[in-house]
Nanobody, 120 residues
Framework: QVQLVESGGGLVQPGGSLRLSCAAS????????MSWYRQAPGKGRELVAA????????NYADSVRGRFTISRDNAKNTAFLQMNSLKPEDTAVYYC?????????????WGKGTLVTVSS
């Protein structure tokens, strides 16, 4: 059974930090590219950060580059999102995504999300 379980969300003041975790099970985690998306109230889901399976190359949305860091621990089947210098506009539900493309086939999985609220 495939599972992605996010944790680490919560309420934080502007300028604060949070570290999100995404625990994966039921698939070969090390072969999947991992991403974090977010969805703010009344808005669509947007890509925040991504890390590849092979080289560990990373990519960030312009709005979080320099503040957020994505990483992964293949031995623990877990992906992370370190969020620093948080702003009220970072308030959203954060989702973990795992994706693999093998020839014509694409498979991806989603977690249920964890809420991050940045407010004083």
């Amino acid at each position: 059974q495939v599972q992605l379980v996010e944790s680490g969300g919560g309420l934080v003041q502007p300028g604060g930090s949070l570290r999100l975790s995404c625990a994966a099970s039921g698939f070969y985690f090390s072969t999947y590219d991992m991403s974090w998306y977010r969805q703010a109230p009344g808005k669509g889901r947007e890509l925040v950060a991504a890390i590849t399976s092979a080289s560990g190359s990373t990519n960030y949305a312009d709005s979080v580059r320099g503040r957020f860091t994505i990483s992964r621990d293949n031995a623990k089947n877990t992906a992370f999102l370190q969020m620093n210098s948080l702003k009220p506009e970072d308030t959203a539900v954060y989702y973990c995504n795992a994706e693999v493309i093998a020839g014509p086939h694409r498979m991806d999985y989603w977690g249920k999300g964890t809420l991050v609220t940045v407010s004083s």
